[in-house]
């Protein structure tokens, strides 16, 4: 399975900090916003990741994340010139993803949990069809919502509804077979002029061909488009990290583990960053596996 993370748009909420940046180049607490889809990308095991942004951030990209293979991955980059929708991803990214199957993430959302790495697992396994999740929100009206019948069964998905039928809302990570590309070339843009990942996602739904899973209490789901969003995302790392002295979403230190790339490697890429507290950790990451042996 290849993944695409779309970190593309204007990123208006946030005006004026975005004015000049991407949105997911801005930091939540200690890392860059991209950095928190990545490392989910990488927990399910997908090494190879298309990042799609705009003409003007592109380069930007690049210099901070390179090809990946400092970290044992494979990056490619694309351009999305105007917000044409979610599933615009999958027809800019064709080629990419070849005869493959796709994960989508969005670049601003973070995910969190001592499940995850065992739902994206199945997710991944499950190579027909769709997999989307739902997540219990106070606010529907300002997502995409499932509505289930009593067995957990979808019956309807719909794009921000005035009335939702449900609470759970549609996070911004989902898992497609090959076919996913033709059927965003299939679908055709809503009032609003962009191709809607929910027609994406209806497509299938119609095939009996879509997975829906509950994400239980114990993960947590930060959309971060906002600034009020933003800072409440900071806060929750610096939380659990400050708590536990383990972080979020180091994607060195998830290279590790998945052995990506060895201890010298490791140290490599924390000698270029020893100026900051990022540095120091992902350094004792390697002194306390030379400690166990």
């Given at each position: 399975?290849?993944?695409?993370?779309?970190?593309?748009?204007?990123?208006?909420?946030?005006?004026?900090?975005?004015?000049?940046?991407?949105?997911?180049?801005?930091?939540?607490?200690?890392?860059?916003?991209?950095?928190?889809?990545?490392?989910?990308?990488?927990?399910?095991?997908?090494?190879?990741?298309?990042?799609?942004?705009?003409?003007?951030?592109?380069?930007?990209?690049?210099e901070l994340?390179?090809?990946?293979?400092?970290?044992?991955?494979?990056?490619?980059?694309?351009?999305?010139?105007?917000?044409?929708?979610?599933?615009?991803?999958?027809?800019?990214?064709?080629?990419?993803?070849?005869e493959?199957?796709?994960?989508?993430?969005?670049?601003?959302?973070?995910?969190?949990?001592?499940?995850?790495?065992?739902?994206?697992?199945?997710?991944?396994?499950?190579?027909?069809?769709?997999?989307?999740?739902?997540?219990?929100?106070?606010?529907?009206?300002?997502?995409?919502?499932?509505?289930?019948?009593?067995?957990?069964?979808?019956?309807?998905?719909?794009?921000?509804?005035?009335?939702?039928?449900?609470?759970?809302?549609?996070?911004?990570?989902?898992?497609?077979?090959n076919?996913?590309?033709?059927?965003?070339?299939?679908?055709?843009?809503?009032?609003?002029?962009?191709?809607?990942i929910?027609?994406?996602?209806?497509?299938?739904?119609?095939?009996?061909?879509?997975?829906?899973?509950?994400?239980?209490?114990?993960?947590?789901?930060?959309?971060?488009?906002?600034?009020?969003?933003?800072?409440?995302?900071?806060?929750?790392?610096?939380?659990?990290?400050?708590?536990q002295?383990?972080?979020?979403?180091?994607?060195?230190?998830?290279?590790?583990?998945?052995?990506?790339i060895?201890?010298?490697?490791?140290?490599?890429?924390?000698?270029?960053?020893?100026?900051?507290?990022?540095?120091?950790?992902?350094?004792?990451?390697?002194?306390?596996?030379q400690?166990?042996?």
């Amino acid at each position: 399975m290849k993944g695409i993370i779309l970190a593309g748009g204007k990123g208006t909420r946030l005006f004026p900090s975005t004015l000049c940046v991407s949105k997911q180049l801005l930091t939540i607490y200690d890392k860059p916003m991209i950095y928190y889809p990545l490392s989910v990308l990488m927990l399910a095991d997908i090494r190879e990741i298309l990042i799609i942004s705009t003409k003007r951030d592109k380069p930007m990209y690049e210099e901070l994340l390179g090809d990946g293979s400092q970290i044992g991955m494979k990056f490619t980059y694309a351009i999305q010139n105007e917000p044409r929708g979610l599933a615009e991803a999958f027809i800019i990214g064709e080629n990419f993803i070849g005869e493959d199957s796709v994960c989508l993430i969005l670049g601003d959302n973070l995910f969190y949990g001592n499940q995850l790495s065992v739902l994206l697992s199945d997710a991944v396994n499950n190579n027909k069809g769709a997999t989307i999740f739902g997540y219990y929100v106070s606010n529907p009206s300002e997502f995409g919502v499932i509505e289930w019948d009593r067995d957990g069964k979808v019956l309807s998905l719909v794009e921000k509804p005035k009335l939702p039928k449900s609470n759970y809302a549609v996070p911004g990570i989902y898992f497609y077979d090959n076919d996913v590309i033709n059927i965003a070339k299939k679908i055709k843009p809503s009032q609003r002029g962009e191709l809607e990942i929910t027609e994406v996602n209806n497509f299938y739904l119609k095939q009996n061909r879509l997975r829906a899973i509950q994400l239980s209490r114990g993960i947590a789901w930060l959309d971060t488009g906002t600034h009020s969003s933003l800072l409440n995302a900071a806060n929750f790392v610096e939380a659990v990290q400050s708590r536990q002295g383990l972080y979020i979403s180091c994607i060195e230190e998830i290279a590790f583990h998945k052995k990506y790339i060895n201890e010298e490697q490791l140290l490599n890429l924390a000698e270029k960053l020893k100026s900051s507290e990022y540095g120091s950790y992902i350094e004792k990451i390697v002194k306390q596996k030379q400690g166990e042996r």
